[in-house]
């Protein structure tokens, strides 16, 4: 794959990353949050499981958010490796990963061999 592509394809991946982590509110992921929830007076009833609910989707979010954040990290990365020349090369076995995959994950890492390795424990991350 060409260097113009990549870049295209890593901004875009970029964009569509950052839109996704600016559709969550900071202040509704604290700690902060949380804790206004648990500290409502005793006044206000709230059921049980609506308290669950809201517990469930806040941590939800925060795991969008820790996803993306790692997502917006590896095409830091890949960024990086582009502009040393270093793009679209397996960080395991060295060999280049097919310009499919690059482009379906532009952040791809790992071959798709060593990639299933990684999940499966197999291959320790660098």
């Not at 939800?60 to 954040?69: F, G, L, N, P, V």
């Not at 590896?74 to 060295?94: F, I, M, N, Q, S």
């Not at 890492?109 to 499966?120: A, I, P």
Request: with cysteine.
């Amino acid at each position: 794959m060409d260097e113009s592509s990549a870049r295209s394809l890593l901004e875009a991946e970029r964009r569509r990353l950052e839109e996704v982590r600016d559709t969550f509110p900071l202040g509704d992921l604290s700690r902060d949050a949380e804790q206004e929830g648990i500290d409502e007076p005793a006044s206000v009833d709230q059921h049980v499981a609506d308290l669950g609910t809201e517990t469930f989707e806040r941590e939800k979010a925060q795991s969008i958010m820790i996803s993306t954040e790692a997502q917006l990290a590896d095409v830091g990365r890949a960024l990086g490796k582009l502009d040393e020349g270093r793009y679209g090369v397996c960080e395991t076995c060295g060999n280049s990963i097919p310009d499919e995959r690059l482009e379906a994950r532009p952040a791809a890492r790992y071959c798709r061999e060593d990639q299933e390795r990684v999940e499966q424990g197999g291959v320790g991350e660098p």
